[in-house]
């Protein structure tokens, strides 16, 4: 097995060198790209446009991770001890990081193609204020808001509308070109289906971010 791992890496790397040409131009320079999705952040253009391909399998890729994390822990025994240690002044700081982050998150998805953001990053930022609370609070009064908001029911409906959009995406691009060209530069309404994109991406890397680490803490104990 190593002998093929080392030959098939090897035959790999033969083909990206003999493809590689440094002196090549640009196929499709960035501001090209800008300028034909109409979306000033480039990053976003991107990787929700010119690359949707890889976002649609980074979003696999990360349901496989969360779900690969549950079946491991799943063996383990769950914490029982209902002694978390909370002081005052952290509960307060945490409850105000967790409400900032929903209000980042809302910021970072919304406006994500026209200044620095998009679905990962908001993702990342709402579910750090939501362990951190659990953490340092009450990782229970956390855990209840899974179930009373059905983030699990939303988790997976977002994985189906992101492959429903990409899909339109990918096989209507002129439609979504025009789409994108409506709205004046930089407008919040400027990125067609691409803020929408955001939102859900958002919510699925949230509540898998969510997921795992609830999983971890409720086997392990919270600090």
Do not use: C
Not at 93 to 110: N, R, W
Not at 124 to 153: N, P, Q, R
């Amino acid at each position: 097995m190593k002998i093929a791992g080392i030959i098939a890496v090897t035959i790999i790397f033969v083909i990206v060198m003999l493809s590689f040409d440094p002196s090549g131009s640009i196929p499709r320079p960035i501001e090209q790209i800008v300028e034909r999705v109409n979306v000033p952040n480039a990053v976003t253009s991107v990787y929700l446009e010119t690359r949707l391909y890889d976002t649609i399998f980074e979003i696999i890729v990360f349901t496989i991770t969360a779900l690969g994390v549950a079946a491991l822990l799943a063996s383990l025994p769950v914490n029982i001890d209902e002694g978390q240690q909370v002081f005052g002044t952290v509960t307060v700081y945490s409850g105000g990081l967790a409400a900032l982050s929903i209000t980042l998150f809302l910021y970072v998805v919304i406006n994500g193609h026209i200044t620095p953001g998009g679905g990962f990053v908001g993702g990342v930022v709402l579910a750090t204020g939501v362990i951190t609370y659990g953490l340092t609070s009450s990782f229970k009064k956390a855990s209840l808001h899974y179930d009373m908001l059905k983030i699990g029911m939303f988790e997976k409906i977002s994985l189906v509308l992101i492959f429903a959009f990409s899909t339109l995406i990918i096989l209507l691009p002129e439609t979504h070109s025009q789409l994108l060209s409506e709205a004046g530069f930089g407008s919040t309404f400027s990125g067609g289906l691409i803020p929408i994109l955001n939102i859900l991406i958002g919510i699925k890397v949230y509540a898998g971010a969510w997921k795992m680490s609830s999983e971890f803490i409720s086997r392990r104990g919270t600090l």
